[in-house]
């Protein structure tokens, strides 16, 4: 088998197609839930864009990371009291997919700055070029919150088969 992450995306490429028909655009701002994996994401995306800062209404401090007017990651707060937060923002090409899972193939801009954006080396195959964020961590209910940022950059074959170039798609506390 050449690639177990090929396969892996074309069957789930196939479920997101199905979910895709039925997927919601988001109408509002969606904040990923879990403060770690934000913080994670920003260390990620400040490796390779440059923060701006923002003032707070107190006076603090705020830097902020936007991609594609889509995705947006601010750090706040200094010393032990930093605090990081990410969000998907409304209206901007992201659609709901269903229990807190959001994908952007429809918006290349997006999904494009966002691979570009991320400091992960890809895993590479024939098909696909992918990044990956993620963070587990045990529920308080026994089992795994799963949180995931996965994007994805098409080789020629695979754009060949009608695959977007890019795409990403985040698990939100899953």
């Given amino acids: 088998m050449k690639s177990k992450v090929a396969l892996g995306f074309l069957l789930a490429f196939s479920i997101t197609s199905f979910a895709f028909a039925k997927a919601k655009p988001v109408l509002e701002e969606v904040v990923l839930k879990n403060s770690q994996f934000s913080k994670i994401i920003y260390q990620s995306l400040a490796n390779n864009i440059q923060a701006e800062p923002a003032k707070m209404l107190a006076g603090g401090k705020m830097n902020v990371i936007t991609i594609a007017n889509a995705f947006s990651c601010l750090e706040s707060g200094s010393g032990a009291k930093v605090k990081y937060t990410c969000a998907i923002l409304a209206d901007a090409g992201w659609n709901a997919l269903g229990s807190e899972s959001y994908g952007a193939g429809d918006n290349e801009e997006l999904t494009k700055s966002l691979y570009e954006a991320m400091s992960e080396k890809p895993e590479v195959d024939d098909m696909f070029s992918t990044k ?18 996965t994007c994805m950059m098409a080789s020629e074959q695979a ?9 990403c798609q985040i698990m939100n506390a899953l």
């Fill in 132 to 149: 990956t964020i993620e963070l587990n961590v045990a529920d308080k209910e026994g089992g795994t919150e799963r949180n995931q940022m």
């Fill in 159 to 167: 754009q060949g088969l009608g695959l977007a170039a890019y795409t």
